[in-house]
């Protein structure tokens, strides 16, 4: 799987959008971006993915570049509870899916302020 | 949908002893991952199952660490004997496939302190 880079940490005021960047450079055509957190003492949830198109979901909107370098996970309105490590993760796609490993970087530390 | 189970939720124990991790996936999902995270940094894969069998377990440290998953649904992970270096969470997940795309549904972990 491709590597991504993200910022160690990032802080956001509460009720402002949080941007979480990501660069992944090396992402191969059949690789999706997926974005989890990590809430302290939880385990990762899953955000949302994407392969080449903006996508929306009740949680989060993800955008990706048009040439899949880099992408930013954008949280409409923070709140307090958003606080937590966001991880990018890129990985292959594979027909019938099969057990292919998440594979979880450092993240970005996110700090929502009050 | 009940949420993917682990237990104990703590444990510590002295270094050179052995310790049993328990994870039931969610109902249905052939797939499970055994993740190590220590503190301040990601989780790192140990081992995933499809059903009973082994796919991946290059990242398991074997000579202390063994992991089953005898009838395809609940799955152990056992150290023994146990390292201070093995302190951390370990975290289960249960994985949905679904149109070639990877869900992965996470346990609250165990943390588990070696002492």
């Known amino acids: 799987d491709a590597k991504t880079t993200q910022p160690t940490s990032m802080d956001c005021a509460e009720g402002r959008a949080a941007n979480l960047p990501c660069n992944h450079s090396?992402?191969?055509?059949?690789?999706?971006v997926y974005w989890y957190r990590q809430i302290h003492s939880q385990g990762p949830q899953y955000i949302i993915h994407g392969l080449k198109n903006n996508e929306t979901n009740e949680m989060a909107s993800l955008i990706i570049t048009e040439d899949r370098k880099s992408s930013t996970l954008i949280l409409p309105h923070a709140t307090l509870r958003d606080t937590a490590v966001y991880y990018c993760i890129v990985r292959v796609v594979r027909s019938g899916g099969g057990a292919d490993g998440l594979t979880f970087g450092k993240g970005t530390h996110l700090i929502i302020q009050p | 949908e009940a949420g993917v189970a682990q237990s104990p939720r703590y444990k510590i124990i002295e270094k050179r002893q052995s310790v049993a991790f328990w994870c039931n996936p969610i109902s249905g999902h052939a797939t499970l991952y055994w993740y190590q995270q220590i503190l301040g940094q990601g989780p790192k894969l140990l081992i995933q199952f499809q059903n009973n069998g082994v796919v991946d377990d290059s990242q398991l440290p074997k000579d202390r660490f063994s992991a089953e998953r005898l009838k395809g649904v609940d799955s152990t992970l056992k150290i023994q004997p146990a390292k201070l270096e093995d302190s951390a969470v370990y975290l289960c997940?249960?994985?949905?496939?679904?149109?070639?795309?990877?869900?992965?549904?996470f346990g609250q972990g165990t943390r588990l302190t070696v002492v």
């Open positions: 090396t992402i191969s055509g059949n690789e999706y």
């Open positions: 997940a249960s994985i949905l496939f679904s149109g070639g795309i990877t869900e992965a549904f």
